[in-house]
């Protein structure tokens, strides 16, 4: 028996579209030991939703099912390399088809050394540096 839980528009994160695209790169469950996954939609949604709002786990809405499951499966796919792989292939794909733009970005804020460390004796080489580049 296959229960499908509508999300309500103010729980979405993801359009069909990107759903449908993102489906593709998540793992599957047919095929593992134990249970199969419950809907893979519905616990993606909860992970952005939490992302998108920063609140703790324990907060998810319970639309989302048991917070548990959700970061269970944020964890899994994170320790499997599944994330890495998804925004590679997603900006992969944005770079083709012309909609990413490669910015670089320097901060250049000034980071003052720890009150301990400004006295702390520095080895660089010294006299003996300069004359052995003088040779």
């Known amino acids: 028996m296959v229960v499908v839980v509508v999300v309500g528009d103010r729980f979405r994160v993801l359009t069909d579209a990107q759903w449908e695209l993102l489906e593709l790169l998540l793992p599957k469950s047919e095929g593992r030991v134990g ?3 419950s809907d893979n939609r519905l616990i993606v949604e909860g992970l952005l939703y939490r992302l998108r709002v920063s609140g703790p786990w324990r907060d998810l809405p319970a639309v ?8 269970k ?11 890495d792989k998804v ?5 992969a794909l944005a770079d083709v088809s012309g909609d ?15 009150q301990h460390g400004a006295n702390a004796a520095r080895h660089t080489g010294g006299s003996l540096e300069l004359h052995e580049s003088a040779r």
């Open 73 to 83: 499966r944020h964890r899994r796919y994170a320790a499997d390399g599944t994330w």
């Open 100 to 114: 990413l733009d490669w910015v670089a970005s320097i901060d250049t804020t000034i980071v003052r050394v720890h």
């Open 87 to 91: 925004l590679i292939a997603l900006a």
């Open 35 to 37: 249970r199969n996954f």
């Open 64 to 71: 989302f099912g048991p917070w548990q499951t959700v970061w």
